[in-house]
């Protein structure tokens, strides 16, 4: 599986922006398809992803009811809705993708074995 991240940007605060990901190869109904950010000196952290199957989502507290996932399975691409950015969702966002991921392990980066290029998304203050 190859991930091709794209829609970063700079944005004001208040803003919105929309990421994408398009996904090449093999999908089943226990892919799953998420989105990490990596701030500066900071780890990876988790921020949502989607169920192949089904398509159940699970998001970080920080970014609920601001941030939405939705895939398209016919196109094989998962888009990340970001709405209200804050300065604090400055980071590097990437994409990734499992297969068999338990719903307990849903945040969780060693879960993910495939992941795209990062893309930039700055917020000003």
């Known amino acids: 599986v190859q991930l091709q991240a794209s829609g970063g940007g700079l944005v004001q605060a208040g803003g919105s922006l929309r990421l994408s990901c398009a996904a090449s190869?093999?999908?089943?109904?226990?892919?799953?398809m998420g989105w990490f950010r990596q701030a500066p000196g900071k780890e990876r952290e988790f921020v949502a992803t989607i169920k192949w199957s089904g398509g159940s989502t699970y998001y970080a507290d920080s970014v609920k009811g601001r941030f939405t996932i939705s895939k398209d399975n016919a196109k094989n691409t998962v888009a990340l809705q970001m709405n209200d950015l804050k300065p604090e969702d400055t980071a590097v966002y990437f994409c990734a993708a499992g297969y068999g991921v338990i719903q307990s392990m849903m945040g969780v980066k060693r879960a993910y074995g495939y992941w795209g290029q990062g893309t930039q998304v700055t917020v000003s203050s």
């Open positions: 190869g093999r999908t089943s109904n226990s892919y799953v």
